[in-house]
């Protein structure tokens, strides 16, 4: 999802590499849960989110819809997924009650990622701290690779700018195709990259099938 905002506003004006240090860290605020209530539609998620949980869980993409965990959206064009608040609590749907995550450690990239953000460029991206969305202000300072907890982290950033570079090529298209060619493009994706399931047991093959995936709809689609 694009922010078109000044990153001055939101921000403290710098970019980071995985390898810095950065005041992330809330892990002795225990129970504080606010970054997991009244999110909205905003925690888009990626192939590797429902992969990730479909190894955890033990629900694929159709049990975790059924469930309620996840819904469908639009998001700059094209059909995407994201966490399902809780109508009732207006939490995540995985929040238990004592405040604590209980899928944490499949959680998705951007639960991981928060109170960070991306900012993508040309050849890939930066990290940036977000100074309006977490109220705890005396955060401890954390490496960023340490605060992901992503065993292969390069491997992770290059599939991440894979599938942002894909979408943008997605969202560039939806301007040239026709009413029809866009609902097929959409729901294709839709279904190549979330609906069917991975084979994968490790991070490594899963990135290998997103690869071959992701080469298949490009060839396709003609991008």
Known sequence: M??????????????????DMVKADCHDCAGCSDCCRGMGSSVILDPMDIWRLHRGM????????EAGNIELNIVDGMVLLNLKMDSVRDAC?????????????????????????????????KYFIQIHECRKQDRGKIKIKKWLGIPNLKAYENYIMEW???LDQCENALDTLSEENVRILTLYVLRRFYE??????EEKGFYEEFAARLGEVREKFGF
Not at 4 to 19: K, P
Not at 58 to 65: M, V
Request: contains cysteine.
């Open 93 to 125: 749907p995985f929040l238990d009650g004592q405040g604590r995550c209980s899928v944490h450690p499949w959680r998705p990239g951007l639960c991981r990622l928060f109170p960070l953000g991306r900012y993508y460029e040309k050849n890939g991206f």
């Open 196 to 201: 069917t399931a991975y084979m994968a047991a």
């Open 164 to 166: 942002h570079s894909f």
């Open 58 to 65: 033990r629900r694929d993409f159709q049990a975790l819809l």
């Open 2 to 19: 694009k922010r078109n905002v000044d990153l001055n506003e939101i921000s403290d004006g710098r970019l980071y590499s995985s390898g």
